[in-house]
């Protein structure tokens, strides 16, 4: 239990493109997505929660204008990378909780974006 | 966000032998929850084992398990005979019951060595 299904798994495009990101949970219900980015050898570093139904809530030097979130249902999160350029390439990986304190947050397997 | 600190950068270990990370966290809280996730090159990130702060006793998961030192506030992961598929970075992470966000210290990449 408790699958987490990301997609795409690796984008390649041109710079000025929107990327759009999708995180599902497949057997449960998420209250509660988080959203981060990794660079390599790095630790994750979040980006955004969101909650469905709710605006995200963007950490502290995340550009909201940039990186739109949408949690539309209590099993989907999108993310979309709006008019991506090189530096937005990174890996991100999303994570869905249910909302029960003693569970854990269950990630997807990430999206490697790379931006031409 | 809480502060969770992974001293060793890396570490390498013998198939078969034992390998212990260390971790330390900072928080004036009482109730919270750790957890240990690794990440082999394939970048998912998979939960290893995790530790209510409440519960005194260690939490294991078959070869894996944790020294839990509330006072010290130290949550260290032991590996009991290492297997080449144990081979990745694993974080630390912490979760105060108040907040739902994970703090994450910078991990530690283990290599085993056949």
């Known amino acids: 239990g408790a699958v987490v299904s990301q997609h795409p798994s690796r984008v390649i495009c041109k710079s000025g493109t929107s990327v759009k990101i999708e995180c599902r949970s497949l057997d449960f219900q998420a209250t509660t997505m988080f959203w981060y980015r990794q660079f390599p050898k790095q630790s994750l570093m979040l980006m955004a929660t969101s909650n469905e139904g709710s605006k995200a809530t963007y950490e502290q030097g995340v550009e909201k204008d940039k990186f739109l979130i949408n949690h539309a249902s209590l099993t989907l999160s999108t993310l979309t990378v709006t008019s991506a350029h090189p530096e937005d390439s990174s890996f991100y990986i999303c994570s869905a909780w249910t909302g029960q304190g003693n569970q854990p947050q269950h990630f997807g397997d990430g999206t490697r974006l790379s931006i031409l | ?114």
Do not use: H
């Open chain 2, 1 to 114: 966000a809480q502060t969770v600190t992974q001293s060793q950068p890396e570490m390498s270990v013998q198939e078969a032998e034992t390998v212990t990370l260390s971790c330390t966290y900072d928080t004036s809280e009482s109730d919270y929850y750790l957890f240990w996730y690794k990440q082999p090159p394939s970048r998912q990130m998979i939960l290893v084992i995790r530790q209510e702060a409440y519960k005194q006793q260690n939490a294991t998961e078959n070869r894996f398990s944790v020294n839990f030192q509330k006072a010290a506030k130290s949550f260290s992961l032991k590996i009991s005979d290492s297997q080449l598929g144990d081979a990745a970075m694993y974080f630390c992470a912490y979760r105060s019951s108040l907040d739902y966000k994970l703090s994450f210290g910078a991990g530690t990449t283990v290599t085993v060595r056949a």
